[in-house]
């Protein structure tokens, strides 16, 4: 996954880790984290500097979709194995399913 600026269309930053097509991406609301989708992971990265700050795990097939929830930093996960899950505000538990 690549990061654009909105003005000028300059490359930010490359994101790399996932290892397969890149299927979402939705930015948290402090302005400083994306979460992206592939595969069976969430990945969380930092705007600043590409870094890798967590994955989630726990879908077993493709997570299609990934949505912030209300509170900015929850992360709702989609996936083709007909499952949704709620990462909770720590982001290292999954809160349900």
């Known amino acids: 996954a690549r990061l654009w600026a909105l003005g000028d269309g300059t490359e930010l930053q490359v994101l ?3 290892e397969g097509e890149v299927y979402a991406v939705a930015a948290l609301s402090d302005g400083q984290s994306v979460a ?3 595969k069976q ?3 969380i990265w930092s705007v600043a ?3 890798e700050l967590l994955c989630l795990r726990g879908h077993s097939n493709e997570v299609m979709g990934i949505c912030v929830l209300h509170d900015g ?3 709702a996960s989609a996936s083709d ?3 949704v899950r709620i990462w909770g ?6 809160e349900g399913a």
């Open 16 to 18: 790399r880790g996932h």
């Open 36 to 38: 992206t989708s592939s």
């Open 41 to 43: 992971t969430v990945r």
């Open 49 to 51: 500097d590409g870094a």
């Open 73 to 75: 930093i929850s992360i």
């Open 81 to 83: 194995d007909k499952t």
């Open 89 to 94: 505000p720590n982001l290292m538990e999954e």
